[in-house]
T-cell receptor
Framework: AQSVTQLGSHVSVSEGALVLLRCNYSSSVPPYLFWYVQYPNQGLQLLLKYTTGATLVKGINGFEAEFKKSETSFHLTKPSAHMSDAAEYFCAVSFYNQGGKLIFGQGTELSVKP | GAGVSQSPSNKVTEKGKDVELRCDPISGHTALYWYRQSLGQGLEFLIYFQGNSAPDKSGLPSDRFSAERTGGSVSTLTIQRTQQEDSAVYLC????????????????FGPGTRLTVT
């Protein structure tokens, strides 16, 4: 079965510290991979996605993620956290033969301490 | 419009009543998706429309749930005989083209409708 696991439902970092949000997937076919961010009382916004090509993907707001097939991972990183990064982050996968519908992880809430 | 819009933004209904939730996708987007976000289940796929093809209803949790997409644009999600476990935020998303041919396009999400069943 296809699934997405995000390790850590809550992550807290200090402002200026490295942000690392973990995502692993389970799939028998190559996935397309996404990270979405959700600010309070708002919809989901795409941060970045991997479909083909370069495995290191850069997104908006200074975030990036690296697809590691051998580890079935797509961890999200940002070198220096900002207070405005506090939000919930969702990792998701989709597959070429399933119409683009997304399978989401459970989400990780990121808190940023001053 | 500039983005995906949904109405109402909030809906409170009594158990057993029917509700209709509306989604206006981005103009020109041929693919439309409904998802549900709840505390216990996270984000779940419900249904997917792509052009004139038969919708993918594989995520609908019961036969009380149905959806239509009229004229390839606006979509309505209907929940009949609502139950308390239906309380959730219902999110709609649209994209330029579905991914069936491998051409993955970004999905743009609306702000959601928060449904509370009392």
């Amino acid at each position: 079965a296809q699934s997405v696991t995000q390790l850590g439902s809550h992550v807290s970092v200090s402002e200026g510290a490295l942000v690392l949000l973990r995502c692993n997937y389970s799939s028998s076919v190559p996935p397309y991979l996404f990270w979405y961010v959700q600010y309070p009382n708002q919809g989901l916004q795409l941060l970045l996605k991997y479909t083909t090509g370069a495995t290191l993907v850069k997104g908006i707001n200074g975030f990036e993620a690296e697809f590691k097939k051998s580890e079935t991972s797509f961890h999200l990183t940002k070198p220096s956290a900002h207070m405005s990064d506090a939000a919930e982050y969702f990792c998701a996968v989709s597959f070429y033969n399933q119409g683009g519908k997304l399978i989401f992880g459970q989400g990780t809430e990121l808190s940023v301490k001053p | 419009g500039a983005g995906v819009s949904q109405s109402p933004s909030n809906k409170v209904t009594e158990k057993g009543k029917d509700v209709e939730l509306r989604c206006d996708p981005i103009s020109g987007h041929t693919a439309l998706y409904w998802y549900r976000q709840s505390l216990g289940q996270g984000l779940e796929f419900l249904i997917y429309f792509q052009g004139n093809s038969a919708p993918d209803k594989s995520g609908l949790p019961s036969d009380r749930f149905s959806a239509e997409r009229t004229g390839g644009s606006v979509s309505t999600l209907t929940i009949q005989r609502t139950q308390q476990e239906d309380s959730a935020v219902y999110l709609c998303a649209s994209s330029l083209v579905g991914g069936t041919s491998g051409g993955i396009r970004s999905e743009y999400f609306g702000p959601g409708t928060r449904l509370t069943v009392t």
